[in-house]
């Protein structure tokens, strides 16, 4: 029994590790000094969501405003003002579905998609800088690691935290 405790403490320490490390990068996702240097870098300013927005629709062509906030992980509401706001920009375009003229289509157009693809070329060639040191192997499992990381935050549900407060 002292093994599995052992076990679930040595878990419970690389879950908290894991954690910080993940919140460290999340804020600087976040972060209005990288931002604005990635902005200065690309010629152009996109917000966080409104990059999830583009970078959807670039991967995965028109999409429903349903559609795309289902796939962009963002709320409906959300989606449908950060489209007005890249529409406003000329990056994306609206239009009826043609089957349900109720129904709205979001697509890229052409100068949305030149900026999602220097967004991409920018991070890509800044994630090479850091990653220039790094073993191949280190680089590789880094991003299987990753992807993995990320579905599992996708496909888990959060348990309920019934700790008492006093």
Known sequence: MARGSADERASAAAAAAVEAATERLFRLTVNRKMYAR??????????????????????DD?????ELARRSHMDPGATVRQ?????DDGLVERSSDADDAR????????????VV?????????HL??????W???????????VDRLVDGLQSTPFKPHLKERT
């Open 117 to 125: 693809e220097d967004i991409v070329e920018v991070r890509t060639e």
């Open 38 to 59: 990635q902005a200065a870098a690309v010629g152009a300013v996109v917000t966080r969501a409104g990059y999830a927005l583009l970078r959807t629709l670039a991967d």
């Open 128 to 133: 090479q800088q850091i990653l220039a040191d």
């Open 135 to 145: 073993p191949a192997g280190d680089r590789e499992q880094l991003a299987t690691l």
């Open 83 to 87: 489209v007005k706001a890249l529409e």
């Open 103 to 114: 129904v709205t289509v979001v697509s890229l157009t052409a100068r949305g998609r030149a």
């Open 62 to 66: 028109a999409l429903t405003t349903g």
